[in-house]
């Protein structure tokens, strides 16, 4: 249902919703939510398609998914939150906190059997996971040797099983870094280490702190690390293309990590919950660390976190290696937490500089454009991310839906 006073042109923005539509018709996706906000109002909210197929369940409002890596900027606010308690500096080294990683060591040749090693000529620093500037990596990029080293040791798309947080970090801490600490941007494990440290200074899990200090002051009731068994009825299920047709397949095999529960709780990626919940922090973020009288954050805290912090003003196009992310390189900057678009021209968007945002790898996706007071969030379920492009359409519809 969308609002006319909110700077759309209504048939545009009901032209998103008839675009978005042809991906479940066609069979590409088991279904979609979507909702777009601007100056603190709802704009237009829809769903369509189905939240399990097998069982022939539509999406509706209340449906939950997995968000991935749209965990990533909650943790990083729940870091931000002890930062402003004065509890560390951005440039504290890592092992101040979690010894293990004092005397990392980096890749310099070799094989994932019998890798070449030179220390680090500096520690990893607390900045370096927020900006995923660390020097650790993902198993799950098949790129690099570094790589293989970690799903050799069970580190794919999950960590191994009966593996907590703090016997991951140990287990990282002991592996290569892919490059020595701050020299280059590559996506990876740094904020499942940066919700570790949450942990080692609150006293508190992360699940807890997540809980206690972010969900339930920000209104956020349906999301969290597991799914309680009296809302499994409302988890959509997990999908992938199916070889050669590309039809949204039913994806249990990880699927299901949702309901049964991990001791390895994911700051990097471990989040269920629902469109309304996640617009909600998206707001929060909008507004400058506040939202409904509740603040989490100070304003300048928030406005520094969406800056660009990669060295120099680079772009993720000259500082991170060509591997997947949950955005595009060129023109795209990096804050504390997400994606901050510097340059829309090489970008190749239409979207205002200082737009901030980050997906996850079921191909939900959130926005947050400061300039329009315009926030955008998506959700499917439907893995790998870098499927299909929704992202870049989705962000030429809706702007190009904005008339005022």
Not at 124 to 153: A, C, K, N
Not at 316 to 343: C, H, I, K, N, Q
Request: glycine share 10%.
């Amino acid at each position: 249902m969308a609002s006319t006073n909110l700077g759309f042109d209504a048939e545009r923005l009901a032209g998103v919703g008839r675009f978005l539509r042809r991906y479940v018709d066609e069979g590409r996706l088991p279904g979609w939510s979507l909702l777009i906000g601007r100056h603190g109002q709802v704009a237009d909210t829809s769903t369509y398609g189905r939240r399990d197929l097998e069982a022939d369940l539509p999406i509706e409002p209340d449906t939950l998914f997995r968000i991935y890596s749209m965990t990533k900027p909650i943790t990083s606010v729940a870091a931000m939150m002890l930062y402003e308690q004065g509890a560390f500096e951005l440039n504290d080294p890592l092992s101040r906190f979690i010894p293990a990683f004092a005397d990392v060591r980096v890749y310099s040749g070799g094989t994932a059997d019998n890798p070449v090693t030179v220390p680090a000529v500096e520690p990893i620093r607390i900045r370096h996971l927020f900006t995923h500037t660390s020097g650790l990596t993902y198993g799950w990029h098949r790129i690099h040797p570094v790589d293989e080293i970690y799903r050799m040791q069970g580190f794919d798309w999950a960590a191994p099983v009966g593996m907590d947080l703090a016997t991951c970090c140990e287990r990282w801490a002991a592996m290569p870094l892919l490059f020595q600490p701050g020299a280059e941007w590559v996506y990876s494990v740094a904020t499942d280490v940066l919700g570790r440290l949450v942990e080692v200074i609150s006293g508190q899990s992360l699940d807890e702190f997540v809980r206690t200090r972010i969900l339930e002051p920000l209104g956020m009731p349906d999301t969290g690390f597991t799914v309680p068994a009296d809302r499994h009825d409302r988890l959509a299920a997990l999908y992938t293309p199916a070889p050669g047709s590309g039809q949204a397949l039913r994806y249990d095999l990880i699927g299901t990590a949702a309901i049964e529960g991990n001791r390895f709780i994911s700051g990097g990626g471990g989040l269920v919950g629902t469109i309304g919940d996640y617009h909600r922090f998206a707001e929060f973020l909008r507004c400058d660390g506040e939202l409904d009288g509740v603040r989490l954050l100070g304003n300048r805290t928030v406005r520094y976190m969406r800056q660009n912090h990669l060295p120099g003003g680079a772009d993720l196009a000259s500082y991170g290696r060509p591997l997947f992310s949950e955005t595009r390189y060129d023109g795209m900057g990096f804050g504390l937490g997400f994606s901050v678009l510097m340059d829309p021209v090489a970008n190749a968007t239409i979207a205002s500089p200082g737009e901030f945002a980050w997906g996850g790898a079921a191909s939900t996706a959130f926005w947050v454009d400061p300039a329009e007071e315009l926030t955008v969030v998506f959700m499917t379920q439907l893995l790998p991310s870098r499927t299909y492009p929704l992202r870049q359409q989705l962000r030429q519809l809706v702007y190009a839906a904005l008339v005022d």
